[in-house]
């Protein structure tokens, strides 16, 4: 039986273009690299990001094709402090913006992004109560 998912891994085209959005974009700080991969710590959880032909070798002794880009794509959430911050912060750096802050009726406060490669990223923090409510 699962127990706790440790890691995420997203098969990428360009995975220069792509390092530099999670490193220098985003802040994260590369934990390993090699030719084919990076991999960055984000609290408890390892973000991995992979060529499609190093993540074959991988998975399969034999050769297998391991579609990258354009293919399905994977909607990733992160806790932060300040929604609107990063946002405006994001904006400043050209990221590709989905939606702009909004409290959502299940208490958090989000936003959308994407990355280079078209995966989705929602940024969230709980909605604090109003006064009096």
């Excluded at 974009?25 to 390993?32: F, H, N, Q």
């Excluded at 806790?79 to 009726?105: C, F, H, I, N, S």
């Excluded at 958090?108 to 604090?128: C, H, L, M, S």
């Amino acid at each position: 039986m699962l127990r706790n998912i440790i890691a995420t891994e997203l098969i990428v085209r360009d995975l220069p273009a792509c390092t530099a959005f999670y490193r220098d974009t985003l802040g994260l700080t590369v934990a390993e690299s090699g030719p084919d991969h990076v991999v960055f710590k984000v609290g408890e959880l390892y973000l991995f990001l992979l060529e499609a032909a190093g993540a074959a070798r991988m998975m399969s002794e034999e050769p297998l094709e391991v579609p990258s880009g354009d293919g399905s794509h994977v909607l990733l959430a992160a806790r932060v402090d300040d929604v609107d911050a990063l946002y405006a912060d994001l904006k400043a750096k050209g990221v590709k913006l989905l939606r702009p802050p909004t409290d959502q009726p299940w208490g958090f406060r989000t936003a959308y992004f994407a990355d280079p490669e078209g995966n989705y990223w929602e940024i969230n923090q709980p909605v604090k109560p109003q006064a009096g409510g």
